[in-house]
């Protein structure tokens, strides 16, 4: 079961800027955070229009002179209160992660963002250079990255039953954006406006979520990449709906993520296949308590959450809060991801950078990385699918 020296951590004094009225990310937020009393929400900023996000915090239990009209009020009046906020987690459009992320490092708050974190990855490096003046925990919402499932394929590779890494195949190719949804849903209009998504849609908006995926359980670098991207939707031009992208990686493995927002009649299609010289793993989120694993010359195994023969050291979260048959999804991973928060901002909080160092969570450095790769994709689609180097 969960670790009780987890829940045993002091509660944080917690606020969210956005994820108000009808924002589906800002109710995971909260069921993430709140799940295992690890954080208690006593403020926030929820809403661009004032009285709506005054009238939405009250229903949440914040008390009205602790739902503030804006975000650089509620930072600034917060930090100064004896029971002012330890943390803050931004759910916003991703134009106003920067300077809401900025503001409240300076204002000596911790941060839960939003992917992704920045537009740039000049900006990126910025916010993690204050964070780390500031001797605070900068973390990036990943949310599928706390299934233990995912964990289990992690300690695979590490552990080198696969063998040396040669393939590795990602994908987040939903079909929910075949047709100009948009005209009708403010949800996804802005995400293909590039004054407020930035330079890119799917690729920024789901395929970051497959290639950090990747990363996580593979620990490759990217050598280069190439990257292909249309608008199937014509209006949705400059960005895109749909992408490819080629990788090579140090070791001398290949990789494809397919990134879609027009894969008709899908639903996540979130999968990651990772081959080795010996054996295969494959993960799907629409079935996450679920590991398939493949051996050559052996019967094909789908290993379960929950069960003894998993590996259970503290880096595959052995977090499970109910027995093996019973089905964990969506809330319990942010859940997951939310108790490392936990655990690293209270020993931030008590300068022990020993354990935030050896804490797995999705950092300033995941969140880095994502820019990166996003640069890296738009840098090669708009030069005619040129192939890139992944680092300058």
């Known amino acids: 079961m969960f670790d009780d020296k987890v829940r045993e951590l002091p509660t944080l004094r917690w606020a969210m800027v956005g994820g108000g009225k009808g924002s589906q990310i800002g109710y995971a937020h ?18 661009i229009d004032p009285q709506r996000g005054r009238e939405f915090g009250v229903k949440l239990g914040v008390l009205p002179e602790r739902c503030y009209d804006n975000y650089q009020t509620m930072f600034a009046l917060e930090s100064k209160r004896d029971d002012g906020i330890n943390v803050v987690s931004i759910a916003t459009p991703n134009s106003t992660h920067y300077e809401i992320t900025k503001c409240a490092l300076l204002a000596g708050i911790h941060v839960v963002c939003e992917k992704p974190v920045t537009f740039t990855l000049k900006e990126a490096e910025e916010l993690k250079a204050i964070a780390k003046d500031h001797g605070l ?6 949310g599928y990255s706390g299934f233990q499932m995912v964990h289990q394929a992690r300690s695979l590779v590490q552990n080198n039953l696969l063998g040396e890494i040669r393939v590795i195949n990602m994908q987040f190719a939903h079909g929910f954006h075949s047709q100009e949804v948009e005209l009708n849903d403010p949800g996804a209009k802005w995400r293909m406006n590039p004054n407020i998504s930035g330079p890119t849609y ?3 908006d789901i395929g970051t979520h497959a290639f950090y995926l990747g990363q996580l359980i593979t620990g490759l670098a990217v050598k280069k990449l190439c990257c292909s991207r249309q608008s199937f939707v014509k209006s949705r031009a400059p960005l895109e709906d ?3 992208v080629m990788m090579h990686f140090e070791n001398g493995a290949v990789g494809m993520l397919w990134a879609s927002a027009v894969n008709a009649g899908s639903m996540h299609q979130q999968k990651i296949r990772v081959v080795g010289e010996k054996a295969s793993i494959e993960w799907w989120d629409e079935r996450p308590n679920q590991l398939i694993y493949e051996e050559q010359g ?5 290993l379960e959450r929950g069960m003894g023969y998993l590996d259970s050291h503290d880096d595959a979260i052995s977090s499970d809060r109910i027995g ?5 999804g969506f809330f319990e991973s942010w859940a997951n991801v939310y108790a490392r928060f936990a655990v690293v901002i209270n020993a931030a909080n008590a300068n022990d950078w020993q354990t935030v160092n050896a804490t797995w969570f999705p950092d300033v450095d995941a969140g880095i990385e994502g820019v990166r790769w996003l640069e890296r994709c738009v840098e090669s689609a708009d030069n005619d699918e040129k192939w890139v180097a992944y680092r300058e």
């Open 30 to 47: 909260r069921c993430g955070a709140t799940r295992d009393g690890l954080f208690r929400l006593v403020a926030g900023a929820f809403d």
């Open 324 to 328: 093996a048959g019973h089905a964990e």
């Open 242 to 244: 749909n992408a490819h």
């Open 298 to 302: 052996k019967p094909s195994q789908v």
């Open 202 to 204: 799917v690729l920024g």
């Open 137 to 142: 925990i900068l973390g990036v919402m990943y």
